[in-house]
């Protein structure tokens, strides 16, 4: 319902237990069969750890060109998406029917309602008859969530680094951690 109201014309979703954790083979398979129902020619993701594991699967599903990292999208259609570890920003075009983007969420400002919600159902599984054989897909026994004391660093206002030059672990700690740590809280 949220996504709906976000100016997107038409939500699939599934509540499906074969959904319930993460795993790459099903999310896939239930991406594409959404595409596929929607006549969506074009399938886009966050350029997270999640995204850039299951978007390169939906494109070769699909058959579809894919663009990953996403910086922007030109009035000419083409993306805009960094390479060479961002040292150059290029502007290209996937020619395939369909197309498979990740985008870079930092790089967009969050969207905001607008217009009318779009429709919100629920995806129909029947469609892709490997959906229904969960054991094919494994099965996922616990998941731990590790916990730093420092804070994550996409969540951080300021990053601050040091490099050899410090000399030791011990510089860095004293020279670098903790005095900004400190500062931080």
Do not use: W
């Not at 395939?96 to 629920?122: I, Q």
């Not at 951080?156 to 510089?171: F, K, M, Q, T």
Request: aromatic share 6%; charged share 20%.
């Amino acid at each position: 319902q949220n996504v709906a109201a976000l100016g997107v014309e038409s939500v699939c979703y599934s509540e499906a237990a074969l959904f319930t954790a993460y795993r790459a083979e099903p999310y896939a398979r239930a991406v594409v069969l959404a595409a596929r129902e929607l006549g969506a020619s074009v399938v886009g993701a966050l350029a997270s750890s999640s995204g850039k594991d299951l978007l390169p699967r939906v494109s070769v599903m699909l058959d579809a060109g894919q663009a990953s990292d996403v910086i922007a999208v030109n009035g000419d259609g083409s993306l805009k998406r960094p390479m060479y570890a961002g040292n150059i920003l290029a502007d290209v075009e996937v020619l395939s029917a369909s197309k498979v983007v990740s985008f870079r969420g930092t790089a967009f400002a969050p969207a905001a309602s607008e217009g009318s919600p779009g429709s919100v159902r629920e995806l129909v599984l029947s469609g892709d008859p490997e959906l229904h054989e969960q054991p094919r897909f494994g099965e996922i026994v616990s998941r731990e969530q590790s916990k730093a004391d420092r804070p994550e660093l996409a969540d951080a206002e300021v990053v601050v680094s040091g490099g050899r030059a410090l000399g030791s672990a011990e510089n860095f700690e004293k020279v670098i951690f903790s005095r900004h740590h400190n500062a931080a809280r």
